[in-house]
């Protein structure tokens, strides 16, 4: 079923927007923001907001309709589909059937500062509701914090024994992150250790088929909680340990 954007009514088309162009803030900066639309196929085009937030650029927010749809059942794509488990059928999971503690190491690599990402899934107090990973009692989990050179996270990851690599991204200006995966992937095939890890990456341009183009295992975009990450985590350990 072909389904078009809500705005009013159902299927009506109407689309909301917010856009700055780099431009000085004159009378015609609305007449400018409604044909740019027009432009890209929009009609019925409405400036609800234009002004300066600096001298060389404008802001809008605007309204436009447009005529196409799309049919959600025909988009295809590689999804990580995680069979979401709670905290305590996790650690049972995990000491059942590994029959020891799940060694997971994490970090923040290169020039990445940010910690928010990885330690919204490590730290114990956890994100939305969720508990982190250094809560669970069945894992041994090591946060290594932000701008971890590829190098000494891998250096770190077989001191440890670690089953899983975990890696956020959070800055992507200009792709770095890009380059900053692909370095920890080459690295890893470079020392020839590439199976003895899962390795995992999550962050707000990720998602599981662009990190399995990367050549990881496992991709998590914005909102993933905790649960996610270590319902994937111990399912996938514990299946390469069964397929040993």
Request: hydrophobic letters at 40%; glycine letters at 8%.
């Amino acid at each position: 079923m072909v389904i078009r954007p809500y705005g009013d009514t159902r299927d009506d088309g109407i689309m909301q927007f917010s856009f700055t162009l780099p431009m000085p803030y004159s009378i015609k900066s609305a007449d400018v923001g409604k044909q740019f639309l027009e432009k890209l196929g929009f009609h019925t085009v409405a400036i609800a907001e234009c002004k300066a937030i600096d001298p060389q650029y404008t802001l809008f927010v605007a309204y436009g309709r447009t005529d196409t749809g799309i049919d959600p059942d025909e988009v295809k794509g590689d999804y990580l589909e995680v069979e979401e488990m709670d905290y305590y059928a996790i650690n049972a999971l995990i000491k059942e059937k590994l029959g020891r503690k799940l060694s997971v190491v994490g970090a923040a690599i290169e020039s990445d500062a940010h910690t928010v990402g990885i330690d919204a899934i490590m730290n114990m107090k956890g994100f939305a509701g969720n508990y982190g990973l250094e809560r669970y009692p069945e894992m041994d989990a090591l946060n290594m914090g932000s701008q971890i050179p590829c190098a000494q996270l891998v250096k770190t990851a077989l001191e440890r024994e670690a089953d899983v690599i975990l890696v956020s991204q959070i800055v992507t200006q200009k792709n770095i992150h890009v380059q900053h995966l692909t370095q920890l992937i080459e690295l890893i095939e470079a020392e020839g250790v590439r199976e003895r890890f899962v390795l995992i990456v999550g962050g707000p341009r990720i998602n599981n088929a662009f990190a399995k183009e990367l050549g990881y295992d496992a991709g998590f975009g914005p909102r993933t909680t905790p649960l996610e990450v270590a319902s994937f985590m111990a399912q996938e350990v514990v299946r390469r340990h069964e397929d040993a």
